[in-house]
């Protein structure tokens, strides 16, 4: 093996894996799959340090904190748009574009969702990424390009797409864009804060705004955003004759563009679109605030040119709030499984953006001091982030003399224990570790996609077999059979069969996936897989002092302690050794890297015709990596012959010898579709 064909090799592979996951949402492999080709290319750069680049996809977080962001200049303005609100303000926007341009031109449109996010400018020197920028006055942003190489959306290199879709750029240029987090991301972000009693993000814009100027970019790494573009600078005149040619050649580049944006040619077709938006943004997986809508024509671009604070070629048409009054008629608290008192605002039914909504979140008894929330108010209400109701404000004029201050319960509400506050705490807790309402939260966040993910294993069935006494710890789970199942109503024999069968399937997991199905506090995803890293097993961290947890890069002395006192505690190691002797098994990193990572294991392929997503060189890597074989010719020996466009002779042969055929389009469904064991 040649070191540093290898690791090219393997960074082609990766930074593939990276495109179909982050800016095609198309994933090719499993988490693990991908891991352990990750694990491995860290390996051979360590080995082979004179081969690591800059642009490696190992290097997104590699530089220490900052003390301070830097001013960072714009080459051009980064300039705010004018805002509209109704369809007589596009109408007006219209007339005033054709007023300014000659009377026999055309005027089409292009629209796009206008992202809640945090504007940013990308720069490129010869392909790489080597400066980011965010919007600040207009004129000077702020320098947060350590933190931008931590988004996997975004190339730290653009040749490799370049060199695949044989296209030329400039040898310096500057890309805009939008970072978001996505509202799936968010609420799991101030779950996690929630548990840890930091103050919550008021919406995603928020959320991504704080996350990109982190001085520490491990912060920031460890908080999922996203970025979507939509312009370029520092190209030749006549290079680009329309704003969607400009988009398609981002695209091509590896950047991601919002498959939304559409193109119109008249008003109607134009407000058509606005409106259908408007009725869908609550569906789509990120927050908007309105529409985009840009001149198509950048010659025309030139002829209407900028007022001072804005283009004269695009206007926001903003939506209307989601926002909505009703009555708070009681505060009940919820018990979360880390003993958390969450105060629940129970309203009377009000629609907000098509949903009812009839309860909210009001977080901490701070929280409703601050607002002076109480039993009985009128109240204003919004979905934060289009997903959680929250409550806005409560208004005092319609405030009357029955109204009830709320009092946060000294008793824990499930289990009557005293609760408590600490000094530096946002919340009350309940402490007893056999709270009912503690072990049923445990329970359902064990099986869950996050903990052990047991499919089928759903929030109503944990709840059926708690309170018919099958299950009382989490260890039961691994206990239970099919006649267990025989008195919950509506279950089938076969339906237990699968659950019994996925239970079982369960067992051989991940260190890191076992640490955070366990449910350690402020332990999420990314502390369990630097705590899988730092230790070769479970036994090693059951055995981790404080002073080595604290030395773990990403893992601070509040996260360490509750590490350390979770591992420690009697009753949990007595349940770490229950799930042992029931046959919960470690997989071991190698076979972790041999199960996952060589799917392919075995299976000989045949390429044939031309590809669209891969040159012939990259899916012979790619099937290579995953364990698999290509060869030249049809043979017996033939597993699958994968036909491009435009095949030759050998999908004859594979016809003659009943060979199964598959479109580029059915080998990515393979990969994907690939069970984990």
């Known amino acids: 093996m040649e070191p540093q064909k290898e690791i090219d090799r393997l960074r082609d592979v990766i930074e593939t894996m990276d495109y179909h996951y982050y800016i095609l949402d198309q994933p090719l492999i499993s988490d693990m799959a991908y891991d352990a080709l990750y694990q491995e290319l860290l390996a051979l750069e360590k080995q082979f340090p004179q081969f690591i680049r800059p642009d490696s996809p190992t290097q997104r977080i590699n530089a220490c904190p900052l003390s301070q962001f830097s001013p960072l200049p714009h080459k051009s303005p980064m300039l705010s748009l004018d805002n509209a609100f109704l369809e007589e303000d596009m109408i007006a926007f219209d007339q005033r574009v054709k007023k300014l341009l000659f009377p026999e031109e055309q005027v089409s449109y292009i629209g796009e969702p206008k992202l809640d996010g945090l504007s940013i400018e990308l720069i490129y020197e010869n392909g790489i990424l080597i400066g980011a920028s965010t919007r600040g006055d207009g004129m000077i942003g702020e320098d947060v390009t350590q933190n931008i190489r931590t988004i996997h959306s975004i190339p730290l290199s653009i040749l490799p797409f370049a060199r695949k879709n044989n296209v030329s750029f400039p040898p310096s240029f500057r890309v805009r864009g939008e970072v978001i987090m996505l509202k799936s991301d968010f609420i799991a972000l101030n779950q996690d804060r929630e548990k840890m009693g930091e103050a919550l993000f008021a919406n995603p814009r928020n959320a991504a705004a704080g996350s990109l100027r982190q001085l520490d970019s491990r912060i920031t790494a460890s908080r999922k955003l996203t970025a979507f573009f939509y312009f370029l600078t520092d190209y030749e005149p006549g290079t680009f004759e329309t704003q969607m040619s400009i988009l398609s050649f981002l695209s091509k580049l590896g950047f991601k563009t919002n498959p939304e944006t559409k193109s119109f040619s008249s008003l109607p077709s134009l407000f058509a679109y606005y409106h259908d938006l408007e009725t869908r943004r609550s569906t789509l997986p990120y927050e908007i605030d309105g529409v985009v809508f840009k001149i198509d024509s950048l010659k025309q671009w030139e002829t209407l040119g900028f007022t001072a604070k804005s283009p004269r070629w695009a206007i926001a048409w ?134 052990m993910d047991i499919e089928g294993l759903g929030e109503k069935i944990i709840d059926k077999l708690f309170q018919n006494g099958k299950i009382s710890s989490i260890s039961d789970i691994y206990k239970l059979k099919q006649e267990d199942f025989k008195d919950l109503p509506g279950f089938q024999e076969k339906a237990s069969s699968k659950l019994i069968n996925a239970i079982n399937q369960s067992k051989n997991v991940a260190l890191w996936k076992l640490i955070g199905a366990l449910g350690v506090e402020g332990v ?106 290509v060869a030249s010719s049809v043979s017996s020996k033939t597993n699958y012959v994968i036909c491009g466009s435009d095949p030759g002779s050998k999908r004859d042969q594979a016809l003659k010898l009943s060979i199964p055929l598959l479109t580029e389009s059915q080998f990515i469904q393979m990969l994907s579709s690939k069970d984990e064991p």
Do not use: W
């Open 318 to 451: 903003k939506f209307k709030a989601h926002i909505g009054e009703t009555k708070i008629m009681e505060i009940q608290v919820n018990v979360g499984r880390s003993g958390i008192l969450t105060p629940v605002a129970i309203m009377e039914p009000v629609k907000v953006g098509g949903v009812m909504i009839t309860h909210a979140t009001l977080h901490n008894e701070d929280e409703i001091a601050r607002k002076d929330i109480r039993i009985g108010d009128t109240v204003l209400i919004q979905r934060a982030g289009d997903v959680i109701p929250e409550v806005l404000e409560v208004l005092f004029n319609k405030r009357g003399p029955a109204s009830v201050m709320f009092v946060m319960p000294k008793c824990c509400p499930a289990c009557k224990s005293s609760v408590i506050r600490l000094p530096d705490q946002a919340f009350v807790r309940c402490l007893n570790l056999n709270c009912p309402a503690r072990i049923a939260e445990s329970f359902k966040y064990f099986v869950s996609k996050k903990g």
């Open 524 to 629: 999420g995803e990314t502390t369990a897989k630097l705590l899988a890293d730092s230790f070769s097993s479970l036994n090693d961290i059951l055995d981790a002092s404080l002073e080595k947890l604290t030395t773990i890069p990403g893992i601070g002395p509040i996260t360490a302690e509750s590490i350390f006192d979770f591992f420690q505690n009697h009753k949990n190691q007595q349940l770490i050794e229950e799930l042992l002797n029931l046959g919960i098994s470690i997989i071991p990193r190698n076979d972790q890297k041999d199960s996952k990572a060589r799917i392919l294991q075995g299976l000989q392929f045949v390429l044939t015709g031309s590809l669209g997503y891969y040159s012939r060189e990259e899916a012979k890597g790619l099937i290579e990596t995953l364990g698999g074989k």
